[in-house]
C-alpha cells in the first residue's frame, strides 16, 4: 500500500462523521464503559466527529449524505452563502422592425418602420437582489463584434415559438458506431450545427449536423492569391480538404473557423477530463487527474484560479450561469462549489456512491443536478440553502430529490472532423 494515493488521503485527512449529541453521549460512555481505548484512540486520531444538536438523523438522511472518500461535509462547510441570481444584461440598443404598414394608398414615399422595444431585453435588465455585482469578477469590455452577435441573439430569440401542446419541439438522435477507443464526452453548439466528441485515444473531433461541410485553411501559396479586401475572405481562405488527426496532451484553445490551434495552455501535469467555458466567454475551468481544477483565461497562457480540495480525480465540471462559481465533480464521490473571485470551496455536498460524472445547473442558478455512475441515480441540491447557527436539522448538505437514471451508449453517424 506504499504510494497509494487513497492511504495518503486517509493519513493525512480524517473521516468526517456527523452524530447527534446524544448518540455520541451514548457512543463514548459505551466505549468508555467497555474499556475499548483502541476504538477511542482510533476515532480520536483519524475521524471527526461532527456534533449538532438535535434529534438523531433517520436511516434515510444518513444515506443520502454518506459515501464520500473521507465521510460526510462537515456543517462548517456550508455557512457560506451563493449569490445564485443572475447577472444584469448590458444595455444594447437593439432595434426591432415592425413590418406593419401605415399611410394611405398612393403614397410614392416608402413608409417608416417602427421600432419597438424588446420585451426579452427589458425584462433581463432587471435587476436580481439576489445577483452579484457586474463588476465583481473582471470581464473585458464588450468589442462591436461581440456587441453585434448579441443584438443578433436577441433577435432570433423573439422568432422562437412558445412551446406547448400545440407546438412540440422538433428531436433528433445521432448514432455513433464502431468507436474503439470509446468516447469520453459529448458537447453540441448552440446553434446546432455542431457536434463535438472526445475520444479515449485523446482526439477531439468535430462533426457537422449540418449540409456545410467542415473546411481547413488553404496553404500559404494559395492564401497569397485571395483579395484581402473582399467581403467573403473568410470563405475563399477555406477548401475542402480533411485535415489530420492531433493527440491533444494540454489543454488548448481552437479555431473554428481556420480549425487550428491557437493556444496550448499548460499547467496541468496530468490527463485532463473535462473543460468547460464560462456563460459569459473569457474565462474556463478545466478539471484533470491531478486533483484540481485550474481557472483559465484567453488571453493568458497560465491559470488565474487553482481550486484545490478534492482527494481524487475532478472528472466533471460546470459554471453556474452567473459565472461567478464553479462546481466540480470528483472521484471521492463529492461535489464542491467554488468562488470564481478568491477561489475558496463554499459549498462541499456529499450522498453518491460512486464517482461524480456530470454536473448541470439549472437555468436560474438556483439548483445543481448531479449524476454518479455506479449508484444510478440523480441528486438535485439547492444551493441557496446556508447552515446557520440556530439550525437543528436542516443540511445543505442534502439533496432534494433522488431518482434513478439510465445510462446509454452514445456515438454520431455524420461527417468529423479530427483535431
Not at 223 to 249: G, H, S, W
Not at 274 to 292: A, L, M, T
Not at 367 to 377: H, I, K, Q, V
Request: proline content about 4%; glycine content about 6%.
Amino acid at each position: 500500500m506504499k504510494g497509494s494515493q487513497i492511504m495518503e488521503n486517509f493519513k493525512s485527512s480524517k473521516f468526517v462523521l456527523k452524530m447527534s449529541r446524544d448518540s455520541y453521549t451514548h457512543l463514548k460512555r459505551f466505549l468508555q464503559e467497555k474499556h475499548m481505548n483502541v476504538l477511542l484512540n482510533i476515532i480520536q486520531e483519524h475521524m471527526f466527529i461532527d456534533v449538532f444538536d438535535g434529534v438523531p438523523r433517520t436511516k434515510h438522511q444518513i444515506d443520502m449524505t454518506s459515501g464520500g472518500l473521507l465521510g460526510e461535509a462537515a456543517r462548517d462547510a456550508n455557512k457560506t452563502k451563493i449569490l445564485h441570481g443572475l447577472l444584469k444584461e448590458p444595455d444594447i440598443n437593439i432595434p426591432v422592425d415592425d413590418d406593419d404598414d401605415g399611410g394611405g394608398d398612393g403614397e410614392d414615399k416608402p413608409k417608416k418602420k417602427k421600432q419597438k422595444k424588446d420585451p426579452l431585453l427589458t425584462k433581463k435588465s432587471k435587476n436580481d437582489p439576489n445577483a452579484p455585482a457586474t463588476n465583481r469578477i473582471p470581464m473585458p469590455e464588450l468589442k462591436d463584434q461581440d456587441k453585434l452577435e448579441r443584438v443578433n441573439a436577441y433577435r432570433e430569440a423573439l422568432k422562437r415559438v412558445k412551446m406547448g401542446p400545440t407546438s412540440l419541439p422538433s428531436i433528433c438522435f445521432y448514432t455513433f458506431h464502431n468507436a474503439i477507443q470509446g468516447i469520453t464526452g459529448i458537447d453540441i453548439s448552440e446553434d446546432s450545427s455542431l457536434m463535438c466528441t472526445c475520444f479515449g485515444d485523446s482526439n477531439i473531433k468535430i462533426w457537422s449536423l449540418t449540409p456545410n461541410k467542415l473546411r481547413v485553411m488553404k496553404q500559404m501559396d494559395e492564401l497569397e492569391l485571395i483579395d484581402k479586401d473582399a467581403d467573403d475572405v473568410l470563405e475563399r481562405m477555406m477548401d475542402e480538404r480533411t485535415a489530420e488527426d492531433c493527440k491533444m496532451l494540454t489543454v488548448r484553445l481552437w479555431s473554428l473557423h481556420t480549425w487550428t490551434n491557437l493556444v496550448s495552455y499548460k499547467g496541468h501535469n496530468t490527463p485532463v477530463w473535462d473543460v468547460k467555458f464560462s456563460p459569459h466567454g473569457h474565462y474556463f475551468v478545466s478539471g484533470g487527474h491531478d486533483r484540481v481544477a485550474r481557472l483559465w483565461t484567453t488571453d493568458h497562457y497560465q491559470p488565474v484560479r487553482i481550486f484545490a480540495g478534492h482527494y481524487a480525480d475532478v472528472d466533471c465540471v460546470q459554471f453556474h450561469p452567473n459565472g461567478n462559481y464553479v462546481a466540480t465533480g470528483s472521484s471521492d464521490r463529492a461535489v464542491r462549489i467554488f468562488d470564481v473571485l478568491n477561489g475558496s470551496c463554499v459549498r462541499t455536498l456529499t450522498g453518491h456512491k460512486g464517482a461524480i460524472h456530470s454536473l448541470c445547473f439549472s437555468p436560474d442558478g438556483k439548483y445543481l443536478a448531479s449524476t454518479g455512475g455506479l449508484d444510478n441515480t440523480v441528486k438535485l441540491w439547492d444551493v441557496t440553502k446556508v447552515i446557520k447557527e440556530t439550525d437543528k436539522d436542516m443540511d445543505a448538505s442534502i439533496p432534494i430529490l433522488q431518482e434513478l437514471t439510465t445510462t446509454c451508449d452514445a456515438l454520431v453517424e455524420k461527417r468529423g472532423r479530427s483535431f
